[in-house]
């Protein structure tokens, strides 16, 4: 497999509806499905949670 197959680089979009994206990679073996994760939202402030958008 080639090295984008198996660790695509997905956006991060707030789920706060401000906008702001974090750039990450994931293990398509592990997370097949969309991933969400809680961050920081520097427009708001405070950590919400950021989905996989694609």
């Known amino acids: ?11 991060m979009r707030s789920t706060a ?14 997370d097949p499905d969309r991933m969400v994760l809680r961050k920081y939202d520097p427009a708001v402030r405070r950590h919400v949670e950021f989905r ?3």
């Open 52 to 54: 996989e958008e694609r």
């Open 17 to 30: 509806g401000t906008g702001t994206t974090y750039v990450t990679r994931k293990n398509r073996r592990n």
């Open 1 to 11: 497999m080639a090295r984008n197959d198996l660790r695509p680089i997905v956006k």
